[in-house]
T-cell receptor, first 117, second 115 residues
């Protein structure tokens, strides 16, 4: 079974600084997707970034980038120039590259990120 | 972008009654939808996978008769909490898979309070 581990329950960053959120996963599959989701106080799940396992290049979305280490099964999220609006709970998630019921997301426990003004 | 609408956003019901939560994909067809439960400051726990036109697949430990899931059309799945009890109070979230771009979209979630 696939597992996703986020070992840090909480992190804090100064506004405008950079922070890295860690995530490791375990799978025997070769094709899969990895995601970081943001859940603000509104509870709406927002997709931050997505990485396909077959791609060697790390995904980037504006201030958000990942460090994807496939061999190490590591998938960290870097937030640059942190803003107050980045404060939220962040979830790392895994999904097999299959359709239907096999496309379910497996989530880590999440990390609460606070941003200090 | 694609939108998944969940309704109601908040509902209060009396213990022993049933309550239905709807999940609709507004601009795409979703053959697969997922239902999650989330406790405060915890992760999303997958309850079941809903496939259009067939029975839902429930995760281990989730009571099928308690949480009835119906996926009658390509744009609508419903979760009915039957004979609700206070311990069923929680935040429930649905998500739907858009096969085209192979992307999963989340609804806004529903707060259920059983009194």
């Amino acid at each position: 079974a696939q597992t996703v581990t986020q070992s840090q329950p909480e992190m804090s960053v100064q506004e405008a600084e950079t922070v890295t959120l860690s995530c490791t996963y375990d799978t025997s599959e070769s094709d899969y997707y990895l995601f970081w989701y943001k859940q603000p106080p509104s509870r709406q799940m927002i997709l931050v970034i997505r990485q396909e396992a077959y791609k060697q290049q790390n995904a980037t979305e504006n201030r958000f980038s990942v460090n994807f280490q496939k061999a190490a099964k590591s998938f960290s999220l870097k937030i640059s120039d942190s803003q107050l609006g980045d404060a939220a709970m962040y979830f790392c998630a895994y999904r097999r590259d299959r359709g239907g019921a096999n496309s379910k997301l497996t989530f880590g426990k999440g990390i609460t990120l606070s941003v200090r003004p | 972008g694609a939108v998944v609408s969940q309704h109601p956003s908040r509902v209060i019901c009396k213990s022993g009654t049933s309550v239905k939560i709807e999940c609709r994909s507004l601009d795409f067809q979703a053959t697969t939808m997922f239902w999650y439960r989330q406790f405060p400051k915890q992760s999303l726990m997958l309850m079941a996978t809903s496939n259009e036109g067939s029975k839902a697949t429930y995760e281990q430990g989730v009571e099928k008769d308690k949480f009835l899931i119906n996926h009658a059309s390509l744009t609508l799945s419903t979760l009915t909490v039957t004979s609700a009890h206070p311990e069923d109070s929680s935040f429930y979230i649905c998500s739907a898979q858009d096969r085209g771009p192979n992307t999963i979209y989340f609804g806004e979630g529903s707060w259920l309070t059983v009194v």
